[in-house]
């Protein structure tokens, strides 16, 4: 429940461009920290596989189709749809099968 109203609260702040709240009861907190709160954060092993195969994140985002943004943020632990997932997986020439491998699920 907590989470929740500190979404709908973040959602009705107008966030600058640094990513704080500029109105409301969360003026000046950066708006990171609800998303934190809201998405959660999960293991994985993308980081030290992307290393392992000398592959920057620029490099492995233009394999994958998707943004280098995106794949800071999984390394991060940010969770991500399972269509980010899927070409993640295919960008770096694992099956599917080995999904384990890259994205420690459950």
């Not at 995106?70 to 960008?91: L, P, S």
Request: hydrophobic share 40%; glycine share 8%; net charge positive.
């Amino acid at each position: 429940m907590t989470n929740y109203l500190l979404e709908s609260r973040v959602i009705a702040g107008f966030p600058d461009r640094a990513g704080a709240v500029k109105a409301g009861p969360f003026k000046g907190i950066a708006t990171s920290f609800f998303w934190k709160v809201r998405m959660g954060k999960t293991k994985n092993n993308l980081k030290k596989i992307r290393e392992d195969m000398l592959l920057t994140k620029s490099e492995l985002a233009r394999k994958a189709g998707i943004s280098p943004i995106t794949i800071d943020r999984i390394e991060k632990g940010y969770i991500c749809r399972v269509d980010t997932k899927r070409k993640i997986i295919q960008a770096l020439g694992l099956k599917l099968s080995e999904k384990e491998v890259v994205f420690n699920e459950g």
